[in-house]
Structures are given as C-alpha cells and as structure tokens.
C-alpha cells in the first residue's frame, strides 16, 4: 500500500474552517509575490489555446533589435530595458504563474533580417510577444508576418503614425505628439517661420517631414526653405552644412538617426552653427545617441521625445536606479528605452486582464490598460493600440543630459490618422 505524506494526511484532517484558513494562505502568498490569486492552479489548456510556447512554468516570449550595424547605437538601450523589466516581473513572480523565457534576435540594421528573424520567432519559437524594431522600415518589413500568423509586437519608438494594427501596440510617440507640438513649440517659444526639413533616407524621417511641411505650410503659414535626405550611415555633411549657411533658416527641423547623427553634430559645429546661435529641434537624438555624439556636439540644440532620464518623479527615480544597479553607473536611458521598458509590462497587464496568454484575447484586453507606474509619469492604451502620453522639449546640455524647457499640460490622446496631413 503507498504511505500517504504527512500534507495528505493533514488535508484529510483539516476541519473545513482550517482548510480555508490554508488555502487563504496560498493565496495570500500569491499576492505578495505579485500575482492574482485567480493564477494559481490555472492549467495551461486554459491559458494558452493556440499552441504558443508556454508551459506550466514558463512563457517564451521574443526581442528582436539590431544589437549589431548603425542602429545598435540606438536599440541596445531597448535591448536592455525590456530585459530589465522581464527580469523584474520574474522576481515578482512572473505572469499566470509561469515565468518569462527571452529567446533574442539580432536584427542587424537590416530589414530584411528582420522579417526572417520574425518568422522564426513566431513560427519556430511561438513566440507569446515579440518586444521589438526601431526603424520604421524594421517594423514594415515585419508587420505583415505579425498580422499573418497572429503575432503580437510591442513597438517603442516614436513614429510617423499613418498606421494601425491589431498586433501592435505602439508604446512610443505618433505624429501628432512628437512633431506637431515640438514645431509649434519652435514657432510659438521662438519665434520660428522658416524651417530647413533634415533626415536619414527611409520611410520614417519622409514621412514625418511630410507631416512637418504640411503642418509649417498650412496650419503655421510658415516655409520651408530646404529638405534633404541622406543615406543610413552616412558620414559626410559638408554639402548640407553649406546649404543651412545658405538658406539662414530659423529653425533646424532634423530627424537623423543612428550613427549618422555623430558626424552630423560634429560637421555642424565645426562649421560654428551651434545651439547659442542656430536653433534646432531633432526628432531623433535621445540619451542614448548622445554617447555618440558627445555633449560638447549638441550642447544648445532641442530634442522633442516623451521621456528623458532627468524626469523628476518618484516613478522614473526607481527605474533610473534599477537600470544603473543592473547595466552600470555610466549607463544612459533615452526616450525609446523608456518606452521599451513599458512594453512587458503593459504585456503583463494585458494578459493578467485577459486571463489568458492567446494573442486575440490579449489585444482585446487591452485598450484602457493602465501604467501608473510609468518612468515618464502615467500612460494608458488607447483603443487604437497607441498611448496617451504627455510631449516634452528638452535642451541638451554639455554633459550629455537634457533640460526640460516645455511640456504638455496633460497626456496628449494618440491620433495616428490626422486630418489633412495624409
């Protein structure tokens, strides 16, 4: 005959009052470990009906950023919050009980990797999300394959907007909250009437230059005496720098990106159009590029972003000393890194509120999702998959820091599909 353990005999003993008593205290401990009492005991049949990799312990979840090319100056700080914040939802816990298994890709810097490292990550891994892209081309070239096999992407950089889809949720700045308010910033706090439109050459900086011009042009009767596009890692700016001399532009309205952005910074300033005689608002320099391109480079110019490190709030102090603890005290946070770090955790929301790891019913738990505990502050998931946030201006500083020198009076609502920018 099998012994029984001492807990079966115990259960058996158990009045019914003691036995709630225990139970009560399971559950109890489920809620000090960060979890809903409801996760305890939920079988995997029931959290997981369409075959992704999750099991009775763990969830596989993937990254996808270039840690490698011209990008990697930009997307390792995403690489690293999203892995700061699995690792905290671990220790807290985890989600349904299980925790979170990372399975990351290097995406290269090149587009095409992306969409076949988002396959395997998808099809291969079943992946239950993907936290991933940069570049706007990065997450065209993957989209198609998220909304064919029903993946589901948590994107975290700032955009052009002009797109929504049910596997994305976007936790960076559209359009109408980074370039609207930073170009009537310009005009309103600087008096700004001219403009000369600067970017990489690819679909984000056209875009929203198209926005820029459209909003200078028709909505600030403003002009634009200049727009030029130069290839991703290009180095030479001579001929540009020339044109800006030229053209004595009011403002500077720039969304270079990457590593071009170091020799972009430094051609300005030897040919002496720096932040106390020039100005200009970029698009597309955070903490993050500022490494790169050096504090004595920039010191003077603007960059309109949601976040940056030196946010003063309770929020974003903790998470500033949680980066540093785990990536050094020399490491630096920016705008996209931020919004990366919400991406797990808006995950986690989502599928604590859906009760269920399946892709369709997380996206439709999403909307009206929460982060009071955001580093910028507060946000929550609007129904077209994007974020309410708030917009900044920010004044780089000689140290590689920013000063913030505007901000939104409150969260500006996601509107990816303006009227009369299209």
């Keep these: 005959m099998k012994k029984s353990s001492p807990e079966s005999d115990r259960s058996l003993l158990e009045t019914?009052?003691?036995?709630?008593?225990r139970i009560l205290k399971t559950m109890g401990a489920a809620g000090l470990a960060g979890l809903p009492a409801w996760s305890f005991g939920q079988p995997t049949a029931s959290v997981n009906t369409t075959k992704l990799a999750v099991t009775d312990s763990e969830v596989t979840v993937g990254i996808l950023h270039s840690s490698t090319g011209t990008m990697a100056i930009s997307e390792t700080g995403s690489i690293q919050a999203e892995q700061l914040a699995i690792d905290q939802i671990n220790a807290a816990g985890g989600i349904l009980g299980?925790?979170?298994?990372v399975i990351k890709e290097d995406g290269a810097s090149d587009w095409p990797t992306f969409a076949e490292k988002s396959k395997k990550l998808l099809i291969n891994d079943r992946c239950a999300a993907i936290f991933g892209c940069w570049t706007s081309a990065s997450r065209k070239a993957v989209l198609p394959i998220f909304e064919k096999e029903n993946g589901l992407l948590y994107y975290p950089t700032f955009y052009e907007g002009l797109e929504q889809s049910k596997n994305v949720i976007y936790t960076g700045q559209e359009a109408?909250?980074?370039?609207l308010y930073s170009l009537d910033w310009a005009k309103k706090d600087k008096g700004a009437k001219t403009f000369f439109l600067i970017g990489s050459d690819y679909i984000w900086p056209r875009t929203s230059m198209k926005i820029a011009r459209k909003h200078i042009e028709n909505f600030q009767k403003g002009k634009v005496v200049g727009e030029e596009y130069y290839p991703l890692s290009a180095t030479n700016f001579g001929s540009l720098v020339n044109k800006i001399k030229l053209q004595k532009p009011d403002c500077i309205f720039c969304a270079v990106v990457g590593g071009s952005n170091v020799a972009f910074y430094k051609a300005l300033k030897a040919a002496g159009l720096t932040g106390d005689k020039q100005l200009l608002v970029t698009l597309s320099v955070t903490e993050d590029e500022m490494t790169g391109?050096?504090?004595?480079n920039f010191k003077?110019?603007?960059?309109s972003m949601k976040y940056f490190q030196t946010l003063d709030n309770e929020n974003n102090k903790k998470f500033v000393a949680a980066f540093k603890a785990k990536y050094g005290p020399n490491a630096v946070i920016g705008d996209v890194t931020q919004a990366a770090y919400l991406g797990p955790w808006?995950?986690?929301?989502?599928?604590?509120?859906?009760?269920s790891f399946d892709v369709a019913k997380v996206v439709a738990a999403s909307p009206g999702i929460?982060?009071?505990?955001?580093?910028?502050?507060?946000?929550?998931?609007?129904a077209n998959h994007h974020l309410w946030s708030k917009s900044r201006i920010a004044q780089g500083q000689a140290d590689g820091t920013f000063k913030?020198?505007?901000?939104?009076?409150?969260?500006?609502?996601?509107?990816?599909?303006p009227k009369g920018y299209q």
Excluded: N
């Design 293 to 296: 391109v050096g504090g004595e």
């Design 404 to 417: 913030v020198v505007s901000e939104s009076p409150d969260l500006i609502k996601p509107d990816p599909f």
């Design 346 to 355: 808006l995950w986690k929301a989502a599928v604590e509120k859906a009760k």
């Design 16 to 21: 019914p009052a003691a036995s709630r008593r």
């Design 98 to 101: 299980r925790k979170i298994k």
């Design 370 to 382: 929460e982060l009071k505990t955001a580093p910028e502050g507060y946000v929550k998931i609007d």
């Design 176 to 179: 109408t909250q980074q370039i």
């Design 300 to 303: 003077g110019f603007y960059s």
